[in-house]
């Protein structure tokens, strides 16, 4: 939206000395986006009022080229060359004489040319810098002034142009008398309001209308003039504004319909009255239906459309462009104008069907005020009588009924306790009087409210909310502190938060990072996994709108995102790496409850909450753990690790230990897994997750590095454990002793290590397995395990004795349980 400062000024009453910058700041205050201030072209030099005394149309040239003899207020008239043919002797125009610059730095000069000198130039618009128009030269009405005079003024070339972006949700603004409401209350200065018009009663009909679809066409208003002279000029201070808004002057007739439109927000069109028959429908498109629109296209229209209609069939796309059956023409001296309010998304769905965008959709789609078209009726009536000589028809036609907005109740004090800020007393009724609210106060409860019914051009003040943004804004946003309110004391974390967090910076402390994988998974990554068909984790939940097309359905393992993520950290040359993810995963119910629909005008009851609870599927949160290439990477020190299943196991340990629980470990098949190298973790009898290396085929068919090892494990499985930060520490030496025992070659060393733990006793209070050997030593179907034991007594110095005791405890209870002999 283009406006000049001096339209803002015929509404407003600027502050003596304002300039364009003062005036783009007081919009931003109030929230409005200035886009730019378009400074008046710079012209210096003579620049004046001619008139053209004579035309010599010069022969034998490719174009029409006229010599003219034009009168400048000086003794004799000077001649020019033109090549624009759009004026005649007796007109005015603007004449550039030697010695001016125009915008551009485009320096005037005498020239021979076409065999004469030519003593000056005839301008046109653009050469001007007063639009893009660059058809023919610039016509000054008769009134503009004598020849001679200064042309600068008239012109209006010292008006600044401020150009700024209107929101869908401020089509009030799409209008001078909208900007110039905004401008007022941002200088807290008084505003004239154009739609202040006197509007006579509709006690008779301009010409019959009949709305048929009340919900695309909500009042249509139509005023009639006859006599209007076709060949009157606009007036050049309406030109000159059209102009600076960046619309073309036509005639007088169209450009009254855009002035109007510009200055009060109401779209108007105008018809021949001599091309109508019968009365005006508004009414939805036929199917095989076709209008040629004012730009000469014919268009296939649709069900949807909304149309204006009389007895020969569509004339007009309603709120988009009119007809070209009645079009207004050079002949037209009857004028029906129309001044109609329509459903915004209606009119939003014709403009982009046909790609045919005009002024009057976009504000359509904006929301018109459906208070303003009487008026805005009257408005374009009286330019019309005035500037064209005609009269106003008896009657005026107003069907429909506008739409009256509901009054939004608020506490008075509210916008103070948004803000933080406590305003003047009378701020808040003063500022919503401002922006058109009617308002009352009343005691309400010991209370006072205030109730303020919205203008017809505010529709979106429709909630409290509301109301306190207009306050908050108007008062200036600037003013508000920024302060950060004191936070409530809490209760701390809960023991699932603080287990969380435990387990998390156990992690990291052992070496690995921690992602967020994208949560969402496509069902094939099962395939890949070799997961059976009655799997569990193949019953999954799918997205009804998923981001992802190719991943629609919620996860119920961490590890295709976390896999994702490695493959994309290996491709980015990371060839070392450990991560891990600590999320929920999504397991359907096995019989699905109906889920409720909550109500959105006032809090759900506990009943509807707790159904609502019930018939979500359940969400545990599991850790995943994922690790390739090297554990312990080479280097001058040594040459390194790579990591293997015995690290995923240990990153078990890892959880369950920040965790405050023991785990056991048995050899498990579970896809995808290997099959020979995947450990089942139980938290007593109960399996809670895998760890291991994945299967070849899975590496393979995901794309990951070679002997890639992952863990999965079921967080909240885990009880909750009260663990205190002080650990009970022994001032006693410990004994260390080390023991090797024989078992069959296929024995796990887990149960063994438990057995030895079993047999200890209390005293134990260390135990690692150090040794795995298998040779002629230990026998064929044989290896040996090495353990490291250490123990101590808490009340006192351990003897020897006492320590080859529960040495000896803890290998007997070995034996008996799996056969372990100690190695001699």
Known sequence: MRVSVSWLADQVELPDGSTAAEIAEAFVRVGLEVEEVHQPPEVTGPLRIGRVRSIEELSGLKKPIRYCQVEVGEDAPRGIICGATNFAEGDLVAVALPGAVLPGDFAIS?????????????CSVRELGLGTEHAGILVLPPDAGAPGDDAVPVLGLGDPVIELAVTPDRGYCFSVRGLARELACSLDVHFADPARVEVPPADAEAWPVRIEDATGCRRFVARRVTGVDPHAPSPWWMRRRLLAAGLRPIS???????????ELGQPLHAYDTSTLSGPIVVRRATVGEKLTTLDGSARELDPDDLLITDGSGPIGLAGVMGGAATEISDGTHDVLLEAANFEPAVIARAARRHKLPSEASRRFERAVDPALAA????????????????????????????????????????????????YERGVTARRLVQIGCTVELRAEGGRTEIVATPPSWRPDLAAPADLVEEV???????????????????????????????VSRSLAESGYIEVEPFPFISGAVFDSFGCPADDVRRRTLRVVNPIDSDRPELATTLLPGLLDAL??????????????????????????????????????????IRALVDALPAQPVHVAVALAGHRERPGWWGPGRPANWADAVQAAHTVAEAAGVELTVVAADMAP??????????????????????H???????????????????LDLLPLTERRPAP???????????VALVVDEDQPAAPVADALREGAGELLEYLALFDVYEGDQVGEGKRSLAFSMRLRAADRTLTREEATAARDAAVAVAAERYGAVVRG
């Open 252 to 262: 007088l007739a169209v450009d009254v319909t855009n002035y109007v439109m510009m």
């Open 696 to 714: 070849p085929k899975v590496v393979e068919a995901l794309g990951l590095p070679p002997r890639t090892c992952v863990l999965e494990l079921a």
């Open 472 to 502: 908050l804004r108007l008062e200036g946003l600037e003013t508000i502190p920024s302060v950060l309110p004191s936070a409530p004391a809490g209760r701390g974390l809960t023991p699932a938060q603080r287990r969380r967090r435990a």
């Open 728 to 738: 009970s520490i022994s001032p006693f030496p410990p004994v260390l002793l080390d």
């Open 110 to 122: 005498a020239r021979k040319t076409y065999g004469h000198v030519s003593d000056g130039m005839i």
């Open 567 to 608: 493959v994309r950290n290996v491709a980015r040359g990371m060839t070392d790496v450990a991560l891990f993810h600590i999320g929920q995963v999504v397991l359907p119910l096995d019989e699905p409850a109906p889920m409720p629909e909550l109500p959105v005008d006032h809090r759900p009851s506990d009943e509807q």
């Open 673 to 694: 897994w290997h099959p020979g190298r995947c450990a089942q973790l139980r938290l007593g009898d109960s399996p809670v997750g895998y760890a291991g290396e994945l």
């Open 375 to 422: 008026a805005a009726a009257e408005r374009a009536a009286a330019l019309l009588v005035q500037y064209g000589g005609g009269t106003i028809g008896d009657g005026r036609t107003d069907v429909g009924e506008p739409p009256t907005l509901a009054p939004v109740a608020m506490p008075l004090e509210l916008p103070d306790r948004v803000a933080g800020v406590r």
